[in-house]
Every structure is written in structure tokens, then in C-alpha cells.
């Protein structure tokens, strides 16, 4: 069974960081391609930040300079590295592939207090 498993959110003051995880639950190899959502209460869901097979990332306006994609190929696990961290980052988030759009995680809270 396909899986993918958000992990690493957290309660952090405004200005402070946070990493989260997107384990997959089989062989990802080298080029599994991978976005990471957020959404709000009350808000749409928004596209955070990507990383598609070729290793090409892609960032949200909001957050470009302050997270970090990167895939760790050994673990099977892709992570979003989040610094400077505003109140407005504050959100479920959610990481899913393209290759299996109907494969979502239960994703991992984000608190960002100010």
C-alpha cells in the first residue's frame, strides 16, 4: 500500500524554525517528485513548495528565501525545511506526488505563535 507520512510539525514562536518529513512507504528511488500543501482554518489549500523529478524545486511567493525542499533518497523521505517562521505559516500541511495524486498523508500541524 502506498503511503506517505507527515511528520515534524509543531508548536514555535514567530522567528523560529522547524523541519518537517514526508516518508514514503516504499522504494521512492532518486526521482519521486513531491509537493508540499498547507492549508488554514477557514482558507483554501495552497501549494507550499515542490520538488519534481529531476530535483528542480519550486517555491510559494510567501515562502520562498525561508523553506527549503530537499529529498533524501536513502530514507525515502523528502523534508521541508522552514525558517523565520511567521504566524501566517501556521496550517496543516500535507505532502503528496503527482505519480499518486490520490495518496494523501493525514498531514502534521504547524503552529507559529507570535
Known amino acids: 500500500q502506498v503511503q506517505l507520512v507527515e511528520s515534524g510539525g509543531g508548536l514555535v514562536q514567530a522567528g523560529g524554525s522547524l523541519r518537517l518529513s514526508c516518508a514514503a512507504s516504499?522504494?521512492?528511488?532518486?526521482?519521486?517528485?513531491v509537493t508540499w500543501y498547507r492549508q488554514a482554518p477557514g482558507k483554501q489549500r495552497e501549494q507550499v513548495a515542490s520538488i519534481n523529478y529531476g530535483g528542480i524545486t519550486n517555491y510559494a511567493g510567501s515562502v520562498k528565501g525561508r523553506f527549503t525542499i530537499s529529498r533524501h533518497n536513502a530514507k525515502n523521505t523528502v523534508y521541508l525545511q522552514m525558517n523565520s517562521l511567521k504566524p501566517e505559516d501556521t496550517g496543516k500541511y500535507y505532502c503528496t506526488s503527482p505519480w499518486y495524486p490520490s495518496v494523501w498523508g493525514k498531514g502534521t500541524q504547524v503552529t507559529v505563535s507570535s
Open positions: 516504499f522504494s521512492t528511488s532518486d526521482t519521486l517528485p
